[in-house]
């Protein structure tokens, strides 16, 4: 490897990947305040119902009404607007429809068993609904995952030429992660290049994690020792013809599990059609 490089331009056009941007893979939904927002909202309406009904009939189970704002509340929002709902709903119950009415003391027995039920449907409740939210967000982020990775590696393989083909990798490893990537390809005897996504350029020290990481072979985390400062993961994939190393940016914390097969993945399809490129070039040139 040789310490002379060859930078390619930060924003490189083509062959872009649609699949979807990194960002989008995380998890979003509706803001948290509109979550509480919406638990107040139904726990006023559920105690309007029940005022309604209590000043009609007597209604066995009263605190059943305050039930529909929980389970409601846990299937968009999630866990804290769930607790939220339960919480309101136990103390509405208890101030308005147990005997000392208008206080939040409780005389009856049964009543605080009433209350210490509802609060305990809550809770299960915004449980499952935590559990199938985290669940279904993982699964819709494996699944743009997969389309992204399906995306990048078709690019990579019909890219017609080296630049084409780095600026594939490029795209797909952003759109992955949203974080900025460093890319470094070294031909056998030829200066290494250099390409970039994101407004995060590594130093010199950060390139040479990279080198380092070309030279061992493994993979070379960020913040470790021999570089401390280093803001980039490096990965990389190496035949006797070249060898290319990916490295990205992460918050401290926050690398996903699933980078490194990932980007593994991404680095030796990028090395296989580059050599493959070569190849056909010097059969070209022969020719």
Same mark, same amino acid.
């Given at each position: 490897?040789?310490?002379?490089?060859?930078?390619?331009?930060?924003?490189?056009?083509?062959?872009? @990947?649609?699949?979807?941007? *990194?960002? $989008?893979?995380?998890? +979003?939904?509706?803001?948290?305040?509109?979550?509480?927002?919406?638990?107040?909202?139904? =726990?006023?309406?559920?105690?309007?119902?029940?005022?309604?009904?209590?000043?009609?009939?007597?209604?066995?189970?009263?605190?059943?009404? /305050?039930?529909?704002?929980?389970?409601?509340?846990?299937?968009? /929002?999630?866990?804290? %607007?769930?607790?939220?709902?339960?919480?309101?709903?136990?103390?509405?119950?208890?101030?308005?429809?147990?005997?000392?009415?208008?206080?939040?003391?409780?005389?009856?027995?049964?009543?605080?068993?009433?209350?210490?039920?509802?609060?305990?449907?809550?809770? @299960?409740?915004?449980?499952?609904?935590?559990? +199938?939210?985290?669940?279904?967000?993982?699964?819709?982020?494996?699944?743009?995952?997969?389309?992204?990775?399906?995306?990048?590696?078709?690019?990579? =393989?019909?890219?017609?030429?080296?630049?084409?083909? @780095? $600026?594939?990798?490029?795209?797909?490893?952003?759109?992955? /992660?949203?974080?900025?990537?460093?890319?470094?390809?070294?031909?056998?005897?030829?200066?290494?290049? @250099?390409?970039?996504?994101?407004?995060?350029? %590594?130093?010199?020290?950060?390139?040479?994690?990279?080198? +380092?990481?070309?030279?061992?072979?493994? /993979?070379?985390?960020?913040?470790?020792?021999?570089?401390?400062? $280093?803001?980039?993961?490096?990965?990389? &994939?190496?035949?006797?013809?070249?060898?290319?190393?990916?490295?990205?940016?992460?918050?401290?914390?926050?690398? %996903?599990?699933? &980078?490194? %097969?990932?980007?593994?993945?991404?680095?030796?399809?990028?090395?296989?059609?580059?050599? &493959?490129?070569?190849?056909?070039? *010097?059969?070209?040139?022969?020719?």
């Amino acid at each position: 490897m040789t310490a002379a490089s060859k930078p390619l331009p930060d924003a490189m056009p083509e062959t872009p @990947i649609n699949a979807g941007p *990194g960002r $989008s893979i995380r998890a +979003s939904g509706l803001p948290a305040a509109t979550g509480y927002a919406a638990a107040i909202i139904m =726990v006023g309406l559920a105690t309007l119902v029940a005022a309604a009904l209590d000043g009609v009939t007597t209604v066995p189970n009263l605190s059943l009404v /305050f039930v529909l704002p929980v389970i409601l509340t846990a299937v968009p /929002f999630g866990l804290g %607007p769930t607790l939220a709902a339960a919480v309101l709903g136990a103390l509405a119950f208890n101030f308005f429809f147990t005997d000392p009415r208008w206080t939040l003391q409780v005389d009856d027995p049964a009543n605080i068993w009433a209350i210490g039920l509802l609060f305990a449907v809550g809770c @299960i409740a915004s449980t499952i609904a935590f559990t +199938s939210q985290r669940r279904a967000a993982e699964a819709e982020r494996h699944r743009q995952q997969a389309a992204t990775l399906q995306a990048g590696s078709r690019a990579i =393989v019909a890219a017609t030429a080296p630049k084409t083909a @780095i $600026s594939a990798a490029l795209d797909a490893c952003e759109s992955l /992660f949203g974080a900025p990537v460093v890319l470094m390809v070294v031909p056998n005897g030829e200066p290494e290049t @250099i390409a970039l996504r994101g407004q995060l350029k %590594p130093d010199d020290a950060e390139l040479e994690a990279a080198r +380092s990481a070309l030279a061992l072979a493994r /993979f070379t985390p960020a913040s470790v020792y021999p570089f401390d400062g $280093s803001r980039f993961d490096f990965w990389p &994939a190496a035949t006797e013809e070249a060898a290319v190393a990916i490295g990205l940016a992460f918050e401290p914390g926050e690398r %996903p599990e699933e &980078a490194g %097969p990932l980007v593994e993945t991404l680095a030796s399809l990028l090395l296989l059609r580059l050599t &493959a490129l070569r190849a056909a070039q *010097g059969m070209s040139s022969q020719g």
